[in-house]
């Protein structure tokens, strides 16, 4: 027993990226159309946010809309859009009030121009903050940040910027560029896939797949499933001690 629990991984998850699924479902379980779910998906996100301090974590990575999310219909996607527009409008005093820094990866050029303007100011705004570093992903998928990051690394090597391609240099045009890796990547509603999220970065990552819908989601759950990371032994490839 002893023996066992050496083994088991003592470390705190610091980072931890999670994968919000399953508005659609908890509303129309309800009798109400899917955005009524996404709704209430943003006050989950407010109380996740406000509670990762309390538990130790320094990076929040929160998926929020994928490339592949345009095939919704036009009402839902619009939906999707002026409730993020709206959370930063709402949230941006508070967050830079609590420390918290603001960053934005995936695909800008799709979105409303004016939508794009509003992230990078929320962006500038909370620049010096370093409390927790809040990142959401949006028209964000692992596949295109990869293509955009080797079209960006061929580009270094044909210009003589670079000798070879490496791991590093593919990483620094990562839209996580200077981020750590996520040590955990929750999903709600239980399905077990990773639907193009952060595929290079979560190499070694553990995956928590919960079986609630994101508004159901909670600090308490969220703190549940930090203890369960606790009890992962992460080798990293290597063997056990
Ligand atoms: C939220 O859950 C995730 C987003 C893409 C915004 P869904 O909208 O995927 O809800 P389900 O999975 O259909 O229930
Ligand atoms: C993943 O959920 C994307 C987000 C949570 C933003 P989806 O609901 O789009 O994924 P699939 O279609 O079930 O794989
Ligand atoms: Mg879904």
Same mark, same amino acid.
């Given at each position: 027993?002893?023996?066992?629990? @050496? ?9 931890? *990226? ?24 943003? %006050? ?10 309390? /538990? ?11 490339? !592949? ?6 009402? !839902?996607?619009?939906? #999707? ?7 930063? /409008?709402? %949230? ?5 009030? =609590? ?5 934005? &990866?995936?695909?800008?050029?799709? #979105?409303?121009?004016? #939508? ?30 990869? =293509?955009?990051?080797?079209? @960006?690394?061929? @580009? +270094? /090597? ?10 590093? #240099? &593919? !990483?620094?045009?990562? +839209? ?50 930090? +203890?369960?990371?606790?009890?992962? !032994?992460?080798?990293?490839? *290597?063997?056990?001690?």
């Amino acid at each position: 027993m002893a023996n066992s629990r @050496a083994k088991r991984n003592v470390a705190t998850a610091t980072h931890v *990226a999670m994968i919000m699924d399953g508005n659609g479902r908890w509303a129309v379980a309800r009798g109400r159309p899917r955005l009524f779910g996404h709704k209430r998906g943003v %006050e989950t996100v407010r109380e996740i946010v406000k509670s990762c301090p309390d /538990l130790g974590i320094s990076h929040l990575t929160l998926y929020a809309f994928s490339t !592949e999310n345009w095939k919704r219909s036009k009402s !839902e996607v619009a939906g #999707l859009m002026l409730l993020l527009r709206r959370y930063i /409008l709402k %949230e941006i005093a508070a967050l830079v009030e =609590r420390g918290v820094r603001l960053r934005f &990866i995936g695909r800008r050029d799709r #979105l409303d121009a004016s #939508l794009a303007r509003l992230m990078s100011s929320a962006e500038q705004q909370t620049a010096g903050n370093d409390k927790l570093n809040l990142t959401i992903a949006i028209d964000y998928g692992g596949r295109d940040e990869l =293509r955009r990051a080797a079209a @960006a690394a061929a @580009a +270094d /090597l044909a210009a003589g910027r670079v000798d070879e391609i490496t791991e590093s #240099l &593919i !990483e620094s045009h990562l +839209d996580t560029a200077g981020l750590p890796d996520p040590d955990l990547v929750i999903r709600t509603s239980g399905e077990c896939r990773t639907s193009n999220f952060l595929l290079w970065q979560a190499a070694y990552s553990e995956y928590d797949f919960v079986d609630v819908n994101w508004p159901d989601f909670s600090p308490e759950l969220f703190a549940q499933a930090l +203890d369960g990371f606790m009890t992962r !032994e992460r080798r990293f490839g *290597a063997v056990a001690k």
